[in-house]
């Protein structure tokens, strides 16, 4: 099996917009993977009975659970206790949860990392707990952070290719249609490959240009 240049040429398009639908669902899961690992690592953080406990199981189970059981359960699972939800909310909500419980033990590493006696300076000054966690614990746990955070965002890239498992037509589902139909699965899963090597790049580029501008900011900021 060898590639076959004409047949990339006749399929590009669906490649195309293949590669649309990833880029779709990736924007979306990570910036509500992004809200809800905040809110998730900043619940388990702040120790609050009951509350806290709840977050580190859910934490523990979706991060010790492969990720596609996590998605026949809620694609599969919801109907049978009559939650029916399409098949793209069902990515999204499984891709969230997943990816979700990953951020927040990032966030929750780095609120830990920030010394408490910036508590108490924030209390003296007059900071009401709510006011010290949005101008002072949040910014700096987020710049410690933030080259994790970013990481996770090209590993939320390579989990949106199992949504082909449930009906998405996403690059990974593209590739396996191409292939059904020309039989030639050297050129449709090669294609998709370079694509997904593609974005990962693209985000690399992203990831370089926020460091350096990071290094570049007054310490305290």
Do not use: H
């Not at 388990?44 to 406990?53: A, E, F, Q």
């Not at 934490?59 to 809620?74: D, G, K, N």
């Amino acid at each position: 099996m060898s590639f076959k240049l004409y047949v990339l040429e006749a399929t590009l398009p669906q490649f195309i917009a293949g590669t649309l639908v990833t880029l779709q669902y990736t924007l979306v899961a990570v910036v509500l993977a992004i809200i809800w690992g905040i809110l998730i690592g900043s619940l388990t953080y702040k120790r609050i009975p009951v509350l806290s406990r709840l977050c580190r199981w859910y934490v523990t189970f979706f991060r010790e659970t492969p990720l596609l059981v996590q998605i026949y359960v809620i694609f599969y699972g919801l109907p049978q206790l009559n939650l029916l939800l399409s098949a793209a909310t069902c990515g999204v909500m499984a891709l969230v949860l997943n990816d979700g419980a990953f951020i927040a033990e990032i966030i929750r590493g780095g609120l830990q990392s920030i010394e408490t006696g910036q508590l108490d300076a924030a209390a003296s000054l007059g900071f009401s707990p709510l006011q010290t966690w949005q101008y002072f614990l949040l910014p700096q746990a987020w710049k410690k952070v933030t080259e994790s955070i970013i990481g996770m965002i090209s590993i939320i890239l390579k989990d949106t290719s199992l949504l082909a498992l449930i009906t998405i037509v996403e690059l990974t589902a593209v590739a396996q249609k191409v292939n059904a139909q020309r039989f030639e699965p050297t050129t449709a899963f090669l294609t998709a490959g370079t694509l997904y090597l593609l974005m990962f790049l693209c985000l690399e580029g992203i990831k370089k240009l926020v460091m350096r501008r990071r290094r570049y900011e007054p310490t305290g900021s």
